[in-house]
Structure formats: C-alpha cells, structure tokens
C-alpha cells in the first residue's frame, strides 16, 4: 500500500509533465507599420527663420520617417501666431497628422478654433497648410463671431479667423449688437 502511495503520485506527476504545451500565436508586424519614435504628451515647435508659426502640444505622437508623416492622438492642441509673433488662434481636437516635409497639419474629430478676436470654428476635419498660414476644409462649418453665426460647408480663413469665406451656406444670424 506504502509503494501504492508512493507510485501515485510520482506517475501522476510525469504524465502532466508531458503534456504538449501550445505556444501563443505571434503575428509578424510589417515594419512600415512601427513608428520611427514615439513621444507622450510632447511639444513640437514650427519655425521659420527663427520665427514661430506654430506650437503643437499632443498626448501622443508618432514619427513614421518612410512615409514622411507624424500621427498626432491622445489629444491635439495647436497655438498659431503671425508674422510678428503675436498669438492669433488655438486649434484643439482629438487627432491629428502632420506632413513631415510642408509642415502642414490635418486636425480631425471635434476640431474648435477659437481666435483671439472672438471667433470661433467647430468642424470634423481641419488642415492648416504652414506656407501661406491659412485654413480649409470641405466638411460642416459652424463659425460664431461677435457680430455673426454662419454655417455651411467647407470654407477658408485665414489662422486667425479675420477673413473667413464659407462656400456653401446653410444658416446664419446677424447680432444686433
């Protein structure tokens, strides 16, 4: 009985021991899929002969160095200033994606602008193009400025929000004010 209680075990012991074993399944990633470098909750500053055009603040970016393009999620927050420096703008919205060789940026997903002289934009998608410092867009506009609110579909502005043009109204209000 004593060598029963001994064998039991020791038998019981070797048969789990040779179980076959499953390996978990590993996908290959392409490697134009991986970022070049990542960063969180970072600052990229937009320059042109030592001037600033732009700072761009993100939760969380990631550099694709391949196709010359930088993803912006994790929250986007872009302050634009002018030819002197001063402040115009601030864009916000959930995403977003830079071109890495014109600096141009896409801003897409609960985009607001709200310029320094009271104006503000709200749209789904946004791109602000770096040389000539304008914005534009194809999609839904909704602008409320002190004296107007205008909406329609697609539009073009300079950063600011001074001179806008919205190229197919849909509703606007005039204040009295």
């Known amino acids: 009985m004593r060598a029963l209680v001994v064998i039991l075990p020791l038998t019981l012991a070797l048969c789990a021991g040779c179980e076959e074993r499953t390996k978990p399944a590993v996908t290959p990633l392409a490697h134009q899929s991986l970022p070049s470098q990542e960063s969180w909750n970072s600052t990229v500053v937009f320059t042109d002969s030592a001037q600033v055009k732009a700072v761009l603040w993100s939760g969380h970016i990631s550099m694709y160095s391949a196709e010359h393009v930088t993803m912006l999620d994790d929250s986007v927050r872009v302050d634009f200033y002018d030819e002197h420096g001063v402040h115009t703008s601030r864009l916000t919205a959930h995403r977003g994606k830079v071109d890495d060789q014109t600096h141009d940026l896409e ?52 950063q600011g929000l001074r001179n806008y043009r919205i190229f197919r109204v849909t509703g606007q209000a005039v204040s009295d004010e």
Not at 116 to 131: C, I, M, V
Request: aromatic share 8%.
């Open 107 to 158: 801003a897409y997903e609960h985009v607001t602008v709200v310029s320094d002289s009271g104006t503000t934009l709200k749209t789904e998608r946004l791109f602000w193009t770096n040389a000539t410092r304008k914005t534009h867009t194809d999609d839904f506009v909704d602008i409320v400025s002190p004296k107007e609110h205008i909406m329609g579909r697609g539009m073009e502005s300079d």
